[in-house]
C-alpha cells in the first residue's frame, strides 16, 4: 500500500515537473519570436524609409531649435520650453514617431516610458 502511494505521489511530482518544463519552453519559444517579428518589423521600417520624406522632415523639425539657437538662443528656448508644456501623451507620440521612423524602438523599449496622466493631463 505504501508503495502504490509512493509510487502515486512519485508519477504526480513527475507530470507537474513535466508541465513547468513544456510552459518555461514555451514562454521561451514565444519570447523568440516575439523578438524576431520585431526585428523584422525594424528592417521593413528602414527599407520603407527610403522612399519616404517624413524622416527628413522629422530630422528638420527636431533639430531646428539647434539650428535657431545658433542665431537666436532665446527663440530656441521658447520652442524648447513649449514642447515641454505639452501634454506627456503627445511627447509620447513625438517619441514613438521618432523611435519608428529611425528604427529606435529598441532604445524607447528599453527605457520603459509609461503613458500616465502628469501634471498636464489633469
Excluded at 93 to 107: C, E, K, P, Q, V
Amino acid at each position: 500500500m505504501w508503495l502504490s502511494i509512493i509510487s502515486g505521489v512519485k508519477e504526480l511530482g513527475s507530470i507537474w515537473l513535466k508541465s513547468r518544463k513544456a510552459k518555461a519552453e514555451a514562454e521561451i519559444a514565444f519570447q523568440n519570436k516575439l523578438a524576431q517579428t520585431e526585428a523584422d518589423w525594424d528592417v521593413v521600417a528602414q527599407q520603407q524609409a527610403q522612399y519616404s520624406w517624413k524622416d527628413e522632415l522629422i530630422t528638420i523639425i527636431w533639430y531646428s531649435p539647434l539650428v535657431v539657437a545658433w542665431f537666436e538662443p532665446e527663440k530656441a528656448m521658447e520652442w524648447v520650453e513649449w514642447v515641454s508644456k505639452l501634454p506627456y501623451f503627445y511627447q509620447f507620440g513625438m517619441f514613438g514617431i521618432m523611435a519608428a521612423s529611425f528604427g529606435l524602438r529598441w532604445y524607447f523599449k528599453q527605457q520603459s516610458f509609461r503613458v500616465s496622466k502628469g501634471k498636464a493631463d489633469k
